[in-house]
């Protein structure tokens, strides 16, 4: 009897803006593969469908050899940032009708003071937020009961309304959730088409404000999700259908899709956050534990600082004018990428973005590309990317790119000429992505010069060097398939689950029995979520952390909690660790001088997998690589620069620019002045020429 093979292959997916591009490991012989295909932006699902096939076709695979698909996408985030949201209301207690109006006072930086600044629309407005009575305290006992009357009446205004999803934030639920249980009951009988999100399962966290906007967040994306992951199923097919699929966490891990249906939603969708710990792997390779990733795609570029090998991590993140609290890996994203488009101030000033290109209609110079010059057409005209991209799949026509080109340097003064401009418009980017990195490092008290410079996404590696000269940077790291790390990175970070409670105490009054409960409930949530996913024990981690300030404090700072029993030892080293966390955030502490409040319990579970490695190379495999050549603009002229492919570029070869690195899905340019060097695992390292390698 034939013996049937084994499924083999896992397959990342991450769904861009203007790519999607994907990436295959063989997990018995380690082999990778990647490919890009278009992204489809009015059903995302038929671009990752293709997706698939493709990378099939390029390793000789069938369905029956695929392990399982991992996907990153920003599918919920973008229907929240661009989206209409005219079907959303909230219930809340009695009282507390004006809540989102009220907000918070923060200011945002360049508006001075609030005389100057109008609050945004609010995502759900005054006249669509319904009252119910009943009450209960902070401790979580109830003072009246709930007025079953008020929330069938609420239910029976939204229904007669058509609003088609609403959430339900009532106080204090996160220390009783029975009120707001009892309300969803209520709707189930009143209105069942009602898509419900209860704020004690979304976020189970004092502060009624980020608690109400998070538990809206929630119930506006979950249609949007729930229609994207059955349009996955349609396009994948029966067989592909079977197969386990997982979709990337902003806060740095994996879930199944049936396990993200039953859990918040707002926890999932982040392809950004796959890229982060993609990088994280690179940087643990080249050695370089402390850098800025940036992740330059076709429509924006994501930031994210990394120390110690770990990206940084925040329970106080925003999508949009929109507060999420929830863990999520701390990305900053600037509208600048390959696709952001020139264009004329009215007071006559050159700027860049944030509007872009993306993959319908694409830069100038792609086929049946827009009509206004982008980045992409900028760095075609200066013969920095090559005439054709994706391994000769997409044609660029430099002749109508430079055309563009011509017809907005018209419009500028000083008689501009098309590359004139074209370098123009690469420095302003190259400010642009300069500035957000100052942002990330200087104002948290970080020198950027100490830290080195992760590039990758399609069009990264083309400028990030140049970005590196302007601050300052040690070095700037291109690793291999710089245009795929992010779907890299869907196949080198564990599952994840997140579980929280809060319970404000005194350091002075901390129960250690009622604590230690409180973790325990926590960490068999976390193993029961995993084990339905069908994690083995033996594979599961759990990690407890805790949100502590001082006493009087507004603001929390998260802490990690020791392992082992909870006794007045765990308490110490619990405060211990807050002093310290406190003084490397903010440059001081109030040890001894201060006492603290215990805030929130949080526990994360991890499902542990076989993370792929990326190979060393063998010398002997390599000979002298021989470049072609082609006119490239640096500092004003066209000059003659050698163009190497990447896969001739072996270990320990050095090479001094100017000079221009191809590859499929992104080019890598090193610039005068510059050196760039091959490691062991063929991550090229560029710097200042004459700077030693650490």
């Known amino acids: 009897m034939e013996k049937i093979a084994e499924p083999r292959l896992r397959i990342g997916i991450d769904t861009g803006g203007t790519f999607t591009d994907i990436v295959s490991v063989d997990g018995r012989s380690g082999d990778m593969r990647v490919t890009k295909v278009a992204s489809t932006p009015a059903n995302p699902a038929i671009g990752l469908r293709r997706g698939v096939e493709a990378i099939l076709a390029a390793t000789g695979g069938t369905i029956d050899d695929v392990l399982g698909l991992a996907h990153g996408t920003t599918v919920a985030t973008n229907a929240l940032l661009q989206g209409a949201i005219d079907s959303l209301g909230l219930v809340v207690t009695a009282g507390f009708r004006h809540m989102l109006e009220i907000a918070r006072q923060s200011v945002?930086?360049?508006?001075?003071?609030?005389?100057?600044?109008?609050?945004?629309?609010?995502?759900?407005?005054?006249?669509?937020?319904?009252?119910?009575?009943g009450r209960l305290d902070y401790r979580g006992r109830e003072l009246c009961p709930l007025d079953e009357a008020s929330v069938r009446e609420a239910a029976g205004f939204f229904r007669r309304q058509g609003i088609q999803a609403v959430g339900i934030c009532l106080i204090h639920s996160y220390a009783n959730p029975a009120h707001e249980r009892r309300a969803a009951e209520l709707f189930a009988e009143e209105?069942?088409?009602?898509?419900?999100?209860?704020?004690?399962?979304?976020?189970?966290?004092?502060?009624?404000?980020?608690?109400?906007?998070?538990?809206?967040?929630?119930?506006?994306?979950?249609?949007?999700?729930?229609?994207?992951?059955?349009?996955?199923?349609?396009?994948?097919?029966?067989?592909?259908?079977?197969?386990?699929?997982?979709?990337?966490?902003?806060?740095?891990?994996?879930?199944?899709?049936?396990?993200?249906?039953r859990k918040p939603i707002t926890t999932a969708l982040s392809g950004?956050?796959?890229?982060?710990?993609?990088?994280?792997?690179?940087?643990?390779?080249?050695?370089?534990?402390?850098?800025?990733?940036?992740?330059?795609?076709?429509?924006?570029?994501?930031?994210?600082?990394?120390?110690?090998?770990?990206?940084?991590?925040?329970?106080?993140?925003?999508?949009?004018?929109?507060?999420?609290?929830?863990?999520?890996?701390?990305?900053?994203?600037?509208?600048?990428?390959?696709?952001?488009?020139?264009?004329?101030?009215?007071?006559?000033?050159?700027?860049?973005?944030?509007?872009?290109?993306?993959?319908?209609?694409?830069?100038?110079?792609?086929?049946?590309?827009?009509?206004?010059?982008?980045?992409t057409d900028a760095n075609l005209v200066l013969g920095r990317i090559p005439p054709a991209l994706i391994g000769g799949g997409i044609a660029l026509d430099r002749t109508r790119a430079r055309a563009g080109l011509l017809a907005l340097a018209a419009r500028l003064p000083n008689d501009m000429s098309p590359e004139q401009l074209a370098e123009g418009i690469i420095e302003i980017a190259n400010w642009n992505q300069a500035n957000a990195i100052r942002q990330m490092t200087i104002q948290r008290g970080i020198d950027p010069r100490r830290l080195a410079l992760l590039s990758f996404g399609g069009s990264g590696p083309a400028q990030s060097p140049a970005v590196m000269e302007l601050i300052g940077m040690m070095a700037c790291i291109v690793p291999p398939n710089p245009g795929n790390l992010s779907a890299f990175g869907l196949l080198a970070v564990d599952w994840r689950t997140d579980h929280m409670v809060t319970q404000v105490t005194h350091e002075t009054t901390v129960d250690t029995p009622a604590l230690a409960a409180i973790y325990a409930g926590l960490e068999r949530e976390a193993g029961e979520t995993l084990a339905r996913d069908g994690i083995a024990p033996d594979r599961t981690r759990l990690v407890r952390e805790a949100d502590i300030r001082y006493a009087g404090q507004s603001m929390?700072?998260?802490?990690?909690?020791?392992?082992?029993?909870?006794?007045?030892?765990?308490?110490?080293?619990?405060?211990?660790?807050?002093?310290?966390?406190?003084?490397?955030?903010?440059?001081?502490?109030?040890?001894?001088?201060?006492?603290?409040?215990?805030v929130n319990f949080c526990v994360s579970g991890f499902g542990l997998i076989e993370r792929p490695s990326i190979s060393r190379l063998d010398p002997r495999a390599f000979a002298a690589p021989v470049p072609s050549t082609r006119l490239v603009y640096f500092g004003g002229a066209f000059r003659d620069t050698p163009i190497y492919q990447r896969a001739d570029l072996g270990p320990g070869l050095r090479l001094d620019g100017p000079l221009v690195v191809e590859e499929f899905g992104s080019t890598t340019v090193v610039f005068p002045g510059q050196s760039l060097t091959v490691d062991a695992h063929g991550i090229m390292l560029l710097r200042r020429a004459g700077e030693a390698t650490p």
């Open 556 to 598: 929390e700072v998260r802490v990690a909690a020791p392992a082992g029993p909870i006794d007045v030892n765990f308490v110490a080293a619990l405060i211990d660790a807050f002093h310290a966390a406190h003084l490397k955030t903010f440059g001081y502490n109030y040890a001894g001088a201060q006492k603290v409040e215990l």
């Open 108 to 133: 945002p930086d360049g508006y001075g003071n609030s005389y100057f600044w109008v609050k945004p629309d609010r995502i759900v407005p005054v006249r669509r937020v319904r009252e119910v009575g």
């Open 191 to 261: 209105y069942p088409d009602c898509i419900l999100s209860l704020s004690c399962d979304v976020l189970p966290e004092y502060r009624e404000y980020e608690r109400a906007v998070t538990t809206l967040v929630d119930a506006f994306v979950k249609p949007h999700m729930g229609r994207y992951l059955r349009r996955i199923a349609d396009e994948l097919g029966d067989g592909l259908r079977a197969k386990p699929f997982l979709v990337m966490q902003s806060s740095g891990g994996v879930a199944s899709a049936a396990q993200v249906m």
């Open 272 to 375: 950004p956050a796959a890229g982060a710990l993609g990088s994280a792997v690179i940087a643990e390779i080249a050695g370089f534990p402390d850098l800025v990733t940036l992740d330059a795609g076709g429509t924006s570029t994501d930031l994210c600082l990394i120390e110690g090998g770990r990206p940084h991590v925040t329970n106080g993140g925003a999508v949009g004018p929109f507060p999420v609290r929830i863990p999520m890996i701390d990305i900053e994203t600037i509208g600048t990428g390959g696709g952001s488009i020139a264009w004329i101030s009215r007071e006559g000033h050159l700027k860049v973005g944030p509007r872009s290109a993306g993959a319908e209609p694409g830069p100038m110079c792609y086929p049946n590309g827009g009509a206004e010059p982008t980045i």
